[in-house]
């Protein structure tokens, strides 16, 4: 401790577990970063954040501005993928405490003639100790020191330098930095691509692409599908397991214990003779045929995303080669997968546990780089929490450091803090509890704990209506504006969002039986033969909806979602816009899709920088219909049956240079 160092640093945000974790930011982002920062006395501070790029030595310094309260922030752009660090530094700015004071003496009209004998001290002080102030500012203060220092003059006729904004603005850009305090501890900042924060997920089982609906599909089925996928607007192709499937105690239809003679099992019984995580399934076909799929999306502008879950069939080589990996039960047996009052015979869990978990962690990594190398970027992994969770970290990190630009989707339905913890190890996104929000209270008070807490530092959420394993219980009960409304909702209240299809846009809502959360003859266990082109699909509005968030940057970001007030409970109101306020998303949803819905909406113009007294317009973008609203206040009415949920792209009026008014 230097007992000379006055100022105080403290509650440096963000950072996460007191630095510990990184926080998250995609390319082109601004890390906003705030101090509260002090000292004893009345003197004037200066505060700087200091920030780096992962094996740059020498730090680059940015200015932070002070508010109310000691608070003090200041940004920094991230620019490249990889890690930056940041930390904050201040110390009492004594030219700045001098020059105020001097200021106030001189309009008081009392003595100040030492005063200008201490000024010239600092700034001699500061030419002396700071070696880049160019010739023609370091002759500027020598002859301010030397003004100062003639007491010949009259007082009143050495304070021009005083007086000027020269002496002022080069002593700020040089300041003498004595008796610095520093936060030590650099915290990180993991930069992504920007899929990471705007993307576009469609889930697909190949073995149920086959034209003829008989016969396993198969990676060409996969590249013939692409068209239907990309027409609609979805940037990530999402398949499950393509792994060979175990037969040993293999699923039968809707979950059997047993399979009938031909049934394929479910893909997430990982392994078989023909080998585990880096084999392909034979009836999709080869390494060559999957890369060249992987080939193909990309030309069409669709990533491949990659099921990963890590547990084993019984006839998983890994069984055999490695079975200190598995847990044995008394018997000798192996532990198979439970959740009780769930059985899961068909696949092993790996013991996180085992003695030889060095080489576990090693060989799982390495599946990952397998695929990597095959040109996969996007992972899914299947089940994390139930995984160690220093392994993921590990992992993930690891990985990162030679591959930046791969993302990681946790499919975690837990408690919070187990699926906050794996999005600090490392995960870029993150499947939530938005499948079962349904009310306006569940849904505005969720999202708030996304967007306005620090768990919008590490945790980017990926909304999903349904997923193979969930079918809600409301979209069992619900018709198609029920669908609509739900994917409505998961793809502007959150950048990130994905669906699975074709369940969903076909409207398949049959459970297992009343009360359970499960498809009736559920994909996961046997292959389906879905008619596309069936009437009263939801193929259009879902293509309308991609549209619309690729052509409006506001929809392309989660933090800066806004719920308004609206006087109806079945409706909820909520906009998204760009930092920069030029483009301004309003979005209205009614909850209720059988009985039309009416409210009004307080949009409180001033938080948009729009005038109170001045019309604006909004765009609906789902119906075309453009309307002339005025003030904070304006009505809205919602027939389900019509549509259940308006997009308005809200266009302010502005001035243009020759004088005339239009909307943008």
């Keep these: ?17 007191c630095g510990e974790f990184p926080i998250k930011r995609v390319i082109n982002d601004k890390v906003n970063v705030s101090a509260d920062i002090f000292c004893d006395s009345h003197d004037v501070l200066t505060a700087e954040v200091l920030y780096r790029y992962q094996g740059e030595k020498q730090a680059r310094a940015v200015p932070m501005k002070q508010f109310p309260n000691d608070l003090w922030k200041g940004d920094f752009q991230v620019s490249k993928l990889g890690s930056y660090y940041y930390t904050v530094q201040a110390w009492v700015d004594h030219f700045k405490s001098w020059h105020r004071d001097i200021l106030k003496r001189i309009d008081a009209q009392t003595d100040y003639g030492v005063d200008l004998l201490v000024g010239a001290e600092i700034i001699n002080e500061t030419l002396k100790n700071t070696s880049e102030i160019p010739a023609r500012d370091e002759d500027f203060l020598k002859s301010i020191v030397s003004e100062f220092r003639n007491r010949e003059k009259p007082l009143e006729d050495r304070i021009d330098g005083i007086l000027s904004q020269r002496l002022y603005q080069v002593m700020i850009n040089y300041p003498l ?64 397991p393509i792994h060979p499937i175990g037969k040993t105690n293999r699923k039968g239809k809707n979950n059997s214990v047993t399979a009938e003679p031909g049934e394929p099992g479910s893909p997430w019984a990982i392994g078989g003779k023909e080998g585990g995580h880096k084999a392909i399934h034979p009836e999709l076909g080869t390494m060559d045929d999957f890369q060249k799929l992987v080939h193909e999306a990309a030309e069409q502008g669709i990533e491949i995303a990659m099921d990963i879950a890590f547990q084993c069939s019984p006839d998983h080589p890994y069984v055999k080669d490695h079975p200190q990996w598995f847990r044995q039960r008394p018997d000798g047996s192996l532990q198979y997968a439970e959740n009780p009052p769930k059985k899961y015979e068909d696949i092993y869990p790996l013991n996180f546990e085992t003695d030889d978990w060095q080489n576990l962690w090693e060989e799982l990594k390495s599946v990952f780089m397998f695929w990597i190398d095959k040109g996969v970027k996007i992972f899914r992994v299947d089940n994390p929490h139930t995984k160690s969770m220093r392994f993921w970290g590990w992992t993930i990190q690891t990985i990162k450091k030679e591959h930046p630009d791969v993302i990681f989707l946790s499919e975690a339905f837990t408690r919070p803090k187990v699926m906050y913890n794996l999005a600090k190890q490392g995960f870029t996104q993150s499947y939530t509890y938005f499948t079962w929000r349904n009310t306006k209270y569940d849904l505005t008070t969720y999202c708030k704990q996304l967007v306005n807490t620090e768990v919008r530092e590490f945790f980017r959420p990926n909304f999903w209506p349904n997923t193979p394993d969930i079918l809600p219980e409301f979209l069992q009960v619900t018709n198609r504006a029920g669908f609509i409304q739900r994917v409505a909702l998961a793809a502007t209240l959150s950048s990130n969002y994905g669906m699975y299809g074709p369940a969903f846009e076909l409207m398949d809502n049959t459970p297992t039986k009343p009360g359970k959360e499960e498809y009736l003859n559920s ?59 030029s483009n301004i998303i309003l979005v209205v949803v009614s909850l209720d899709p059988y009985h039309t819905h009416s409210g009004w909406i307080r949009f409180p113009l001033e938080e948009f920088e729009m005038d109170q007294h001045v019309p604006f317009q909004v765009h609906d973008l789902l119906s075309g219909s453009y309307f002339l609203w005025n003030g904070d206040h304006n009505y809205v009415e919602i027939n389900p049956g019509i549509m259940p949920v308006h997009i308005f792209r809200v266009r302010r009026k502005v001035r243009s240079e020759r004088d005339f008014d239009y909307f943008m």
Excluded at 11 to 17: E, S, T
Excluded at 192 to 216: I, M, T
Excluded at 534 to 547: A, H, M, S, T, V
Excluded at 554 to 577: G, M
């Design 1 to 17: 401790m230097d007992g000379q160092q006055r100022v105080i640093i403290e509650n440096v945000k963000p950072q996460i577990n």
């Design 177 to 240: 930095k004595k008796k610095i305090s520093k936060v030590e501890r650099e915290f990180e900042v993991t930069v992504e691509r920007l899929k990471a924060n705007f993307s576009s997920w469609y889930e697909v089982f190949p073995r149920s692409l086959n034209p003829n609906g008989d016969q396993h599909g198969t990676f060409n089925d996969v590249i013939n599908f692409l068209p239907y996928v990309a027409d609609m607007g979805f940037d990530v192709l999402y398949l499950p």
């Design 523 to 581: 994909e996961k266990y046997e292959i389906k033969n879905w008619d596309y082109n069936q009437q009263n699909n939801l193929q259009k509005i879902i293509k309308r909806l991609n549209k619309i968030r690729q052509e409006n940057k506001a929809l392309q970001n989660t933090h800066s979602l806004k719920f308004h007030d609206i006087e109806n409970e079945a409706l909820v109101c909520f906009s998204k816009t760009t930092e920069d306020l």
